[in-house]
C-alpha cells in the first residue's frame, strides 16, 4: 500500500469539535476501503493568505495515511464535495516523518538552526557596499560644458517664439 501526507483546511465557522467529526468521518472513509491513518495533527485556526471561498482563516489538519489510490480517490471524492472543507492536498511519500511535524515544533527548536545574521561569511570578507563607503570619489559635476552634457541648444526650426 502506499503512503501519503494529506492536509486538508475547514471552514473558520466551524468548531474544533465538528473538524474533529470531519477527520473521524475521512478516517472511517479509509478503513473501509483497506487503509490505516498514523499521526493526526490538528494545526488550528490560522490565518489564509488569500481569501478561499469567503473565509480569512481555516481550521488545518494533517494526517498520515497508508492505503491502496482507490481509498484515497474516495476520501478525496467525499472531500470535494463536502462544504466544510475549503481546499485540500494529498502528497505520496516513501515513508512518514517520525515526530512533530515543521508545523508543530515549538518556534524554538526551530531557531536552533540559526537565522540570517549569523552566518559565516568564509573567505569573501566582511561586505562593502561599493564606493559610498569610501570616500575616495571626486565631487560630481554637471556643468562642465555651456548647456550641460548635450553642448549648447539651439532654436528649433520652424518656430519663432510666437503665436502663429
Known amino acids: 500500500m502506499a503512503l501519503y501526507e494529506h492536509v486538508f483546511l475547514a471552514r473558520q465557522d466551524l468548531s474544533q469539535q465538528q473538524v474533529d467529526a470531519l477527520v473521524e468521518q475521512y478516517k472511517g472513509v479509509i478503513t473501509a476501503n483497506g487503509g490505516s491513518i498514523g499521526r493526526i495533527e490538528n494545526w488550528g485556526l490560522k490565518s ?55 508545523m508543530m515544533q515549538k518556534r524554538e527548536e526551530r531557531s536552533e538552526r540559526g537565522g540570517f545574521g549569523d552566518r559565516d561569511r568564509g573567505d569573501r570578507g566582511p561586505r562593502s557596499f561599493g564606493d559610498r563607503d569610501r570616500g575616495d570619489r571626486g565631487p560630481r559635476s554637471f556643468g562642465d560644458r555651456e548647456g550641460g552634457d548635450r553642448g549648447p541648444r539651439r532654436p528649433r526650426e520652424g518656430f519663432e517664439g510666437g503665436a502663429e
Not at 473565509?55 to 471524492?77: F, G, Q, S, V
Open 48 to 102: 489564509l493568505t488569500y481569501r478561499v471561498k469567503k473565509n480569512r482563516k481555516a481550521y488545518y489538519t494533517l494526517m498520515d495515511i497508508t492505503c491502496p489510490p482507490a481509498a484515497l480517490n474516495e476520501m478525496e471524492r467525499q472531500m470535494g464535495l463536502s462544504e466544510d472543507v475549503l481546499r485540500f492536498l494529498t502528497i505520496k511519500v516513501e515513508a512518514h516523518e517520525e515526530g512533530a511535524s515543521a
